[in-house]
T-cell receptor, first 113, second 111 residues
Framework: DAGITQSPRHKVTETGTPVTLRCHQTENHRYMYWYRQDPGHGLRLIHYSYGVKDTDKGEVSDGYSVSRSKTEDFLLTLESATSSQTSVYFC????????????FGPGTRLTVT | RKEVEQDPGPFNVPEGATVAFNCTYSNSASQSFFWYRQDCRKEPKLLMSVYSSGNEDGRFTAQLNRASQYISLLIRDSKLSDSATYLCVVNPRGRYSTLTFGKGTMLLVSP
């Protein structure tokens, strides 16, 4: 258990509304990641963070923003949700400087109608 | 060439069979390699890291061929509980440890 929780676990929202997903970790890890997973695409990196207030874009960052104001929380915001953002969103952490493997939270299933 | 390519399957095997999955990657500078397992509607979970010398963990054996940019996973004596999707994962850059995931290979083990 990597001590990662995500909230909400499920959400249905309407096109054009803002949505914020939260990733919370209890073990003070520096690196945190947001992915989306869609059929036919696998897991794709949206944004990642390498410290408080330090974030960078991944391969599918358009339409998403992130914030990390404290070590334990990494927030993903869809400023104006679109149907193409219907997906399963996973948060992950990397446990150490010399290690590259990542551990995932349980996911958030988001549906944009 | 896609960054990480896997045969999507499904691989249908009986219990007790040996099954092998292969994966190719395009970035020759990749540094770290992993196999993850993902059950239906669950998060991916690390199965094993893949080392240059090859490594084994119980019924699972992983091999890396850097010259051919090829990774493999061998599962011996398949169990019903091995049914899942297996993701080949590569760390293409050293800094900040971003990972690139293959789309996965589905394994179905039947009684």
């Amino acid at each position: 258990d990597a001590g990662i929780t995500q909230s909400p676990r499920h959400k249905v929202t309407e096109t054009g509304t803002p949505v914020t997903l939260r990733c919370h970790q209890t073990e003070n890890h520096r690196y945190m990641y947001w992915y989306r997973q869609d059929p036919g695409h696998g897991l794709r990196l949206i944004h990642y963070s390498y410290g408080v207030k330090d974030t960078d874009k991944g391969e599918v960052s358009d339409g998403y923003s992130v914030s990390r104001s404290k070590t334990e929380d990494f927030l993903l915001t869809l400023e104006s949700a679109t149907s193409s953002q219907t997906s399963v969103y996973f948060c992950a952490i990397k446990p150490g400087q010399g290690l590259h493997e990542q551990y995932f939270g349980p996911g958030t299933r988001l549906t944009v109608t | 060439r896609k960054e990480v390519e896997q045969d999507p399957g499904p691989f249908n095997v009986p219990e007790g069979a040996t099954v092998a999955f292969n994966c190719t990657y395009s970035n020759s500078a990749s540094q770290s390699f992993f196999w993850y397992r993902q059950d239906c509607r669950k998060e991916p979970k690390l199965l094993m890291s893949v080392y240059s010398s090859g490594n084994e963990d119980g019924r699972f054996t992983a091999q890396l061929n850097r010259a051919s940019q090829y990774i493999s996973l061998l599962i011996r004596d398949s169990k019903l509980s091995d049914s899942a999707t297996y993701l080949c994962v590569v760390n293409p850059r050293g800094r900040y440890s971003t990972l690139t995931f293959g789309k996965g290979t589905m394994l179905l083990v039947s009684p």
